[in-house]
C-alpha cells in the first residue's frame, strides 16, 4: 500500500511539473514573460529533460528499480545544476565573443551526455548512434581519405562550441520545440479534451453516408480533420483508428485492408495545413521562410495525398463489391445543430488560419484560437465551471508531456547540426551526392530517396523530425547546389520523412493501425505502402513542377491541380487493379503509365497521359456493356 501511496504522489508531481512546465511556455510565448532566446532554449530544455528521465525508465526490465531511480534522480540533478550554470553564464561568454571557463566545459559535458541519453530513451537507440557518429566524426575526421578528411578538432572545443552557441544544442530545432510545437500540442490536446475529436467524426460520418466505401471514406475525412490539428501520424491513427477501422470491417474491409486505409489517411496528417508535422516549423526556421508559406506550399500535395487514399478505397470497394450503404446516425441532432454545436471548434480554426494569413506567429496564432475556443465555449454552455479548469489544465500537462521527446530528438538534431556547421561536413556529402548524380538532378533526387530509403530501413522507426533535421542538414544543400530551390528541396526530404510511417520494414502508423485491427502489422504496412504508391512519385513530380507546390505561374498552378489530380487517380487505378472492373496486368501498366505522364509537368506528356487514361476509361466502360455487367 505504501509503494502505491507513493506511486500515486509521484505522479502527481510530475504532473504538477508538467503543467508548470507547459504554463510557463505558455506565458513566454504569450509575451506576458519577457526573457532571451537563449534563456528560453535552455529552461526548455532543462525541463523537458526533468519530466523525460523521471518518466521513462532507463529500460523496461528496470522500471521501478530502486538503483535505476536514484541514477534517474542524479541524472536530473546534473541537468538542472548543468542548465543552471549555463543560464548563468551565457550573456557573459556571448558578450566576450565565445571565451569559456573550465566549469562551462564540465557544464557542457554533462548536458551532451545527458542529450544522448535522451534521444536514447526517448526516441530509440538508433537516433542516440546517429548522433554519435556524427558526434565523433570531429575527432576521427584527420585519419579520414579524400573530401572526408579535416584537420579536426579538440573534445573541450566540440562541447564547448555546441552547449555555448546557438548553432549546436541550443540551436534553431530546440527553438522551434519551445515556441511552435510545444503551443500546438497545448493546442491539440485542448481541442481533443474539449470534444473535437467527436465533433470531427460525426461531420465526416454524415458527409460520406450513403456513398460506396462510406466508412473508409468517413475514416479518410476524419483522419484529414484530426490531422489538421495533430500533425502526428502514430498519434492521428490512435485517435480515429480505434472508431474507423471497426467501422470499415463491417463494411466489408479485410483487417489488414481496413488498417492500412487507416494508416495511409493519418500519414497525410503530417503534410496538411494550417497544423503540418513538427518538421515543417523546423523547416521554416532553416529556410527562412514564413510558416503562411510553407502551408500554401503543401497545400496541394496534401490535398493530392488525400485525393489518392479517396480513390483507393472507392475502387477497392468496386473491387470487393461494396456496395454503399446508408446508416443511419446515433446522433439525433440535425445537421445544423451539430455545426452550431461545433462553433467554438470552427471559430478557433478560422481564426488560427485568419491570424496566420495575416502575418501572426504561428504560436500567436494557435494562443489566440486557444483563448477564443474557450471564451466560446464559455458563452456556448453558458457556464464556466470546475469541469473546464480540468480540461485546460489537462489539455496544458498533456501538450507538456508530449512534447518532451519531440525535445530530445530536437537536441540530438542540435548535436549533428553542429558538427556539420563546425566542420563543414554538410558541404562535403553535398559534394559526394553532387559527384556521385555526375551533375543530373534526377539522378540526385534518386540518390537522396535512396538515402532516405537506407536511413528509413536503418531508423528503425525514426520520427518524421528527427529524420528532416539530418536529411535537411546532410542531403538538402546538394539538391540545392544542383538548381533546386531551396525551399522545394527541403520539401522534397520532408514529404519522404513524412511517409516513412507507413514505409516498411517500420512502419509506425501501419503498426499502430495493425495493433487495433488485431492483424498482421507487416501486411498491413505493405499494403498501406502500396495504397500510398502515388505518393511516393509525387517528391519527384515537385522537385520537376513548380505548379505542384504554387510556385508556378497561375497557368503553371492550375495544369498541376488538373494533372496532378489525373494522375494520381491513374496511379490508384493500377495499384487497385480495378476501374469499371478488375484489370489485367497490362491495362494497370497502362494506367501506372498514364499516372506518370500525367504528374510529370509537361504539357506534352500530360497530353499523353491525359489520352491514355480516357482510352482505357472508354475501353473498360464499353466493355463493360457490352458484357451487360
Same mark, same amino acid.
Given at each position: 500500500?505504501?509503494?502505491?501511496?507513493?506511486?500515486?504522489?509521484?505522479?502527481?508531481?510530475?504532473?504538477?511539473?508538467?503543467?508548470?512546465?507547459?504554463?510557463?511556455?505558455?506565458?513566454?510565448?504569450?509575451?506576458?514573460?519577457?526573457?532571451?532566446?537563449?534563456?528560453?532554449?535552455?529552461?526548455?530544455?532543462?525541463?523537458?529533460?526533468?519530466?523525460?528521465?523521471?518518466?521513462?525508465?532507463?529500460?523496461?526490465?528496470?522500471?521501478?528499480?530502486?538503483?535505476?531511480?536514484?541514477?534517474?534522480?542524479?541524472?536530473?540533478?546534473?541537468?538542472?545544476?548543468?542548465?543552471?550554470?549555463?543560464?548563468?553564464?551565457?550573456?557573459?561568454?556571448?558578450?566576450?565573443?565565445?571565451?569559456?571557463?573550465?566549469?562551462?566545459?564540465?557544464?557542457?559535458?554533462?548536458?551532451?551526455?545527458?542529450?544522448?541519453?535522451?534521444?536514447?530513451?526517448?526516441?530509440?537507440?538508433?537516433?542516440?548512434?546517429?548522433?554519435?557518429?556524427?558526434?565523433?566524426?570531429?575527432?576521427?575526421?584527420?585519419?579520414?581519405?579524400?573530401?572526408?578528411?579535416?584537420?579536426?578538432?579538440?573534445?573541450?572545443?566540440?562541447?564547448?562550441?555546441?552547449?555555448?552557441?546557438?548553432?549546436?544544442?541550443?540551436?534553431?530545432?530546440?527553438?522551434?520545440?519551445?515556441?511552435?510545437?510545444?503551443?500546438?500540442?497545448?493546442?491539440?490536446?485542448?481541442?481533443?479534451?474539449?470534444?473535437?475529436?467527436?465533433?470531427?467524426?460525426?461531420?465526416?460520418?454524415?458527409?460520406?453516408?450513403?456513398?460506396?466505401?462510406?466508412?473508409?471514406?468517413?475514416?479518410?475525412?476524419?483522419?484529414?480533420?484530426?490531422?489538421?490539428?495533430?500533425?502526428?501520424?502514430?498519434?492521428?491513427?490512435?485517435?480515429?483508428?480505434?472508431?474507423?477501422?471497426?467501422?470499415?470491417?463491417?463494411?466489408?474491409?479485410?483487417?489488414?485492408?481496413?488498417?492500412?486505409?487507416?494508416?495511409?489517411?493519418?500519414?497525410?496528417?503530417?503534410?496538411?495545413?494550417?497544423?503540418?508535422?513538427?518538421?515543417?516549423?523546423?523547416?521554416?526556421?532553416?529556410?527562412?521562410?514564413?510558416?503562411?508559406?510553407?502551408?500554401?506550399?503543401?497545400?496541394?500535395?496534401?490535398?493530392?495525398?488525400?485525393?489518392?487514399?479517396?480513390?483507393?478505397?472507392?475502387?477497392?470497394?468496386?473491387?470487393?463489391?461494396?456496395?454503399?450503404?446508408?446508416?443511419?446516425?446515433?446522433?439525433?441532432?440535425?445537421?445544423?445543430?451539430?455545426?452550431?454545436?461545433?462553433?467554438?471548434?470552427?471559430?478557433?480554426?478560422?481564426?488560427?488560419?485568419?491570424?496566420?494569413?495575416?502575418?501572426?506567429?504561428?504560436?500567436?496564432?494557435?494562443?489566440?484560437?486557444?483563448?477564443?475556443?474557450?471564451?466560446?465555449?464559455?458563452?456556448?454552455?453558458?457556464?464556466?465551471?470546475?469541469?473546464?479548469?480540468?480540461?485546460?489544465?489537462?489539455?496544458?500537462?498533456?501538450?507538456?508531456?508530449?512534447?518532451?521527446?519531440?525535445?530530445?530528438?530536437?537536441?540530438?538534431?542540435?548535436?549533428?547540426?553542429?558538427?556539420?556547421?563546425?566542420?563543414?561536413?554538410?558541404?562535403?556529402?553535398?559534394?559526394?551526392?553532387?559527384?556521385?548524380?555526375?551533375?543530373?538532378?534526377?539522378?540526385?533526387?534518386?540518390?537522396?530517396?535512396?538515402?532516405?530509403?537506407?536511413?528509413?530501413?536503418?531508423?528503425?522507426?525514426?520520427?518524421?523530425?528527427?529524420?528532416?533535421?539530418?536529411?535537411?542538414?546532410?542531403?538538402?544543400?546538394?539538391?540545392?547546389?544542383?538548381?533546386?530551390?531551396?525551399?522545394?528541396?527541403?520539401?522534397?526530404?520532408?514529404?519522404?520523412?513524412?511517409?516513412?510511417?507507413?514505409?516498411?520494414?517500420?512502419?509506425?502508423?501501419?503498426?499502430?493501425?495493425?495493433?487495433?485491427?488485431?492483424?498482421?502489422?507487416?501486411?498491413?504496412?505493405?499494403?498501406?505502402?502500396?495504397?500510398?504508391?502515388?505518393?511516393?512519385?509525387?517528391?519527384?513530380?515537385?522537385?520537376?513542377?513548380?505548379?505542384?507546390?504554387?510556385?508556378?505561374?497561375?497557368?503553371?498552378?492550375?495544369?498541376?491541380?488538373?494533372?496532378?489530380? $489525373?494522375?494520381?487517380?491513374?496511379?490508384?487505378? !493500377? #495499384?487497385?487493379? *480495378? +476501374?469499371? =472492373?478488375? &484489370?489485367?496486368? %497490362? @491495362?494497370?501498366?497502362?494506367?501506372?503509365?498514364?499516372?506518370?505522364?500525367? $504528374?510529370?509537368?509537361?504539357?506534352?506528356?500530360? !497530353? #499523353?497521359?491525359? *489520352? +491514355?487514361? =480516357?482510352? &482505357?476509361?472508354? %475501353? @473498360?466502360?464499353?466493355?463493360?456493356?457490352?458484357?451487360?455487367?
Amino acid at each position: 500500500m505504501p509503494d502505491m501511496s507513493s506511486h500515486l504522489t509521484l505522479v502527481s508531481l510530475l504532473s504538477v511539473i508538467a503543467f508548470l512546465f507547459g504554463a510557463y511556455q505558455l506565458l513566454v510565448v504569450s509575451g506576458v514573460l519577457s526573457i532571451s532566446t537563449m534563456e528560453l532554449r535552455l529552461t526548455h530544455l532543462m525541463l523537458a529533460l526533468t519530466l523525460l528521465f523521471a518518466r521513462k525508465p532507463i529500460a523496461a526490465r528496470l522500471a521501478g528499480n530502486r538503483t535505476a531511480g536514484t541514477l534517474n534522480m542524479v541524472m536530473i540533478a546534473a541537468g538542472i545544476a548543468a542548465s543552471l550554470w549555463l543560464l548563468y553564464r551565457w550573456k557573459a561568454i556571448a558578450f566576450s565573443g565565445g571565451m569559456t571557463v573550465g566549469t562551462d566545459y564540465y557544464a557542457g559535458i554533462a548536458i551532451v551526455a545527458l542529450v544522448f541519453e535522451a534521444a536514447r530513451r526517448g526516441v530509440g537507440l538508433v537516433l542516440a548512434g546517429i548522433t554519435l557518429v556524427f558526434f565523433s566524426y570531429p575527432f576521427v575526421s584527420p585519419y579520414l581519405p579524400g573530401v572526408l578528411y579535416s584537420r579536426g578538432y579538440g573534445f573541450e572545443r566540440v562541447v564547448t562550441f555546441l552547449t555555448t552557441d546557438t548553432q549546436g544544442i541550443y540551436g534553431i530545432p530546440i527553438g522551434v520545440a519551445a515556441t511552435y510545437i510545444i503551443t500546438f500540442t497545448i493546442f491539440g490536446a485542448l481541442l481533443s479534451r474539449m470534444g473535437a475529436g467527436d465533433f470531427f467524426f460525426e461531420i465526416s460520418f454524415r458527409l460520406t453516408r450513403g456513398m460506396r466505401a462510406a466508412s473508409a471514406k468517413s475514416a479518410v475525412l476524419f483522419s484529414a480533420l484530426i490531422g489538421m490539428v495533430s500533425g502526428s501520424a502514430a498519434g492521428n491513427v490512435a485517435v480515429t483508428g480505434t472508431l474507423t477501422i471497426p467501422l470499415m470491417i463491417r463494411e466489408g474491409y479485410k483487417p489488414h485492408q481496413a488498417a492500412a486505409i487507416e494508416a495511409v489517411a493519418s500519414t497525410g496528417g503530417q503534410i496538411m495545413p494550417p497544423v503540418m508535422g513538427a518538421a515543417a516549423f523546423i523547416m521554416a526556421e532553416i529556410v527562412g521562410v514564413s510558416y503562411t508559406e510553407i502551408m500554401a506550399t503543401g497545400l496541394l500535395p496534401a490535398l493530392l495525398f488525400f485525393a489518392t487514399a479517396f480513390v483507393v478505397v472507392h475502387l477497392r470497394a468496386v473491387r470487393s463489391k461494396i456496395e454503399p450503404k446508408t446508416a443511419a446516425s446515433t446522433d439525433p441532432r440535425s445537421t445544423a445543430k451539430v455545426l452550431f454545436d461545433g462553433g467554438p471548434f470552427i471559430i478557433a480554426f478560422v481564426l488560427l488560419i485568419g491570424l496566420m494569413l495575416l502575418g501572426y506567429s504561428p504560436f500567436k496564432a494557435s494562443l489566440w484560437a486557444m483563448v477564443a475556443m474557450i471564451v466560446a465555449t464559455i458563452v456556448w454552455k453558458r457556464r464556466a465551471d470546475f469541469d473546464l479548469l480540468r480540461q485546460i489544465a489537462g489539455a496544458i500537462t498533456e501538450g507538456a508531456n508530449g512534447v518532451v521527446t519531440i525535445s530530445a530528438a530536437c537536441a540530438a538534431a542540435g548535436i549533428i547540426a553542429g558538427v556539420l556547421g563546425m566542420t563543414g561536413l554538410g558541404s562535403k556529402i553535398a559534394v559526394l551526392i553532387d559527384m556521385g548524380a555526375g551533375g543530373s538532378l534526377f539522378l540526385a533526387l534518386v540518390l537522396t530517396m535512396v538515402v532516405m530509403v537506407v536511413s528509413i530501413i536503418l531508423g528503425m522507426g525514426l520520427p518524421t523530425t528527427a529524420a528532416y533535421l539530418i536529411l535537411a542538414t546532410v542531403v538538402a544543400p546538394a539538391l540545392v547546389k544542383l538548381g533546386v530551390p531551396v525551399l522545394t528541396a527541403h520539401f522534397f526530404v520532408f514529404y519522404y520523412g513524412c511517409i516513412s510511417t507507413i514505409t516498411p520494414p517500420v512502419a509506425l502508423a501501419a503498426y499502430v493501425a495493425g495493433g487495433i485491427a488485431g492483424t498482421d502489422i507487416n501486411k498491413t504496412g505493405l499494403t498501406a505502402a502500396a495504397y500510398a504508391a502515388p505518393s511516393f512519385l509525387l517528391p519527384f513530380a515537385f522537385s520537376f513542377g513548380p505548379g505542384l507546390l504554387l510556385h508556378g505561374s497561375w497557368i503553371e498552378n492550375l495544369m498541376a491541380v488538373v494533372t496532378g489530380g $489525373l494522375g494520381v487517380a491513374a496511379i490508384a487505378v !493500377a #495499384v487497385v487493379g *480495378t +476501374l469499371h =472492373a478488375v &484489370l489485367s496486368p %497490362f @491495362e494497370r501498366g497502362i494506367a501506372a503509365l498514364a499516372g506518370m505522364l500525367l $504528374l510529370f509537368q509537361d504539357l506534352t506528356s500530360a !497530353a #499523353v497521359g491525359a *489520352t +491514355l487514361l =480516357a482510352g &482505357l476509361w472508354g %475501353f @473498360e466502360k464499353t466493355r463493360l456493356s457490352k458484357s451487360g455487367a
